[in-house]
Structures are given as C-alpha cells and as structure tokens.
C-alpha cells in the first residue's frame, strides 16, 4: 500500500515453492527407484556376488526334483503339513546349491576356465541317451526338461569340473570332499550373497557337482 517494491518476497516465495517441488520430485525419484528395484527382485531368489539367480530358474529346478521325488516316492511327499516341511527343505537345498554353483562358475571364469567344445556335450548327451537307453522324449521326461536344458547343465558342470580337478584338488583325490568342502566354504565367506526367499538354513554345505 505504500508502493515498496516487493520482488524480495516474490523471490522468497519463488524459492520455497523450488525447495518444495525439488523435495516432492525427489520423493517421486525415490519411489519409482524403489518400485523398480522391488520389481527386479521380484524376478530373483538371490544375488551372488551381484549375479541374480531367476526365479524362473529356481521354479524349474524345483518342479523337476519335486516330480522326481513324487514319482519314487508317491504323490503324498508334498502333501500336508508335513509335505510342506519336505517343500521347504527341498527349495532350501536347490537355493544353496545353485548359490554354490554360482559361486564355482564366477571363480571358473576368472580363472579363465572355457565351457566344452560343442561336440564333446554332443557326445555326453548320447551317452546319457544310450546308458538310460532311452530316446529323447524319454529323457525329456526323465529329466522334466528338453534335450537344450541338459546341455546347458553339461556345459556349467565341465566349466566346475575343470576349476575343481586344476584348482582346486590339484590332482589329489585321496582327500577330494575335504579338501573341496574347505574351499568352497571359504569361497561362500568372502562372497556377497543375497536371498530373497525365506527358507530354512541349510545344516551342510555340499554343492551339486
């Protein structure tokens, strides 16, 4: 009313309203931020080392050896609350041991340890095939998965077999377990290992090879 010029306070006001939405867009920025990392989690059973283990890998896995078990040892195994006890300690086994395999594969890698020629996993498939003397839907049904999903595991266990004869054993077999139940349990205490499951502990710590 006195005709002061007032751009102090418009650049006050200015400044808070900045303040402010800077405050809100950061919010939003942390939301989204937290919505996709809880979505990407959502795709994992856990990290090794910040190698994610997919939940789709984790359910095959689990459906192929919870069939196995069926069919050997009858439907019931999975059934009840008892057979909810069986589930939890089988996914907790599958956990550990593809947390194991992960671990054995990245130290291959470093180590400079290659997956088999083609040929050879061509080769170990037939004599899967012709020791089984089974076809390959037999075996498919066998193993609960196709032809392409057994080489993948052949490929992963020549890389882990070469790092435990070379590197790990070094050629001694008369104490192999030992000597590998040592080094991978040192391995798994320097490894970073995160798990989005909630499972039993594990009690040993034997890995799948």
């Not at 400044?15 to 990392?37: A, D, E, F, P, Q």
């Not at 795709?43 to 095959?60: A, D, H, P, W, Y």
Request: proline share 2%.
């Amino acid at each position: 009313h006195c005709g002061k010029p007032l751009m102090r306070r418009r650049n006050s006001l200015f400044t808070s309203r900045s303040i402010l939405l800077g405050i809100i867009g950061l919010l939003l920025v942390g939301g989204i931020l937290l919505l996709w990392r809880l979505g990407s989690e959502s795709k994992l059973v856990g990290k090794v080392n910040g190698e994610g283990i997919t939940r789709e890998e984790f359910s095959r896995k689990v459906d192929r050896l919870k069939k196995f078990y069926e069919a050997r040892y009858g439907q019931s195994l999975f059934q009840g609350e008892a057979g909810k006890g069986n589930l939890t300690r089988l996914k907790t086994e599958i956990l550990d041991e593809m947390i194991n395999e992960k671990i054995l594969l990245q130290e291959a890698r470093r180590a400079g340890y290659t997956p088999a020629p083609e040929e050879e996993i061509e080769k170990q498939v037939e004599a899967i095939k012709k020791k089984y003397d089974v076809s390959d839907a037999d075996l498919k049904k066998m193993m609960g998965g196709g032809i392409e999903d057994l080489k993948v595991e052949l490929r992963k266990e020549w890389v882990i077999s070469q790092l435990v004869e070379k590197a790990v054993l070094k050629g001694d077999q008369t104490n192999a377990e030992q000597l590998f139940g040592q080094w991978l349990a040192q391995a798994k205490s320097k490894a970073k290992i995160e798990t989005y499951e909630k499972l039993e502990p594990v009690v040993t710590a034997k890995a799948s090879c």
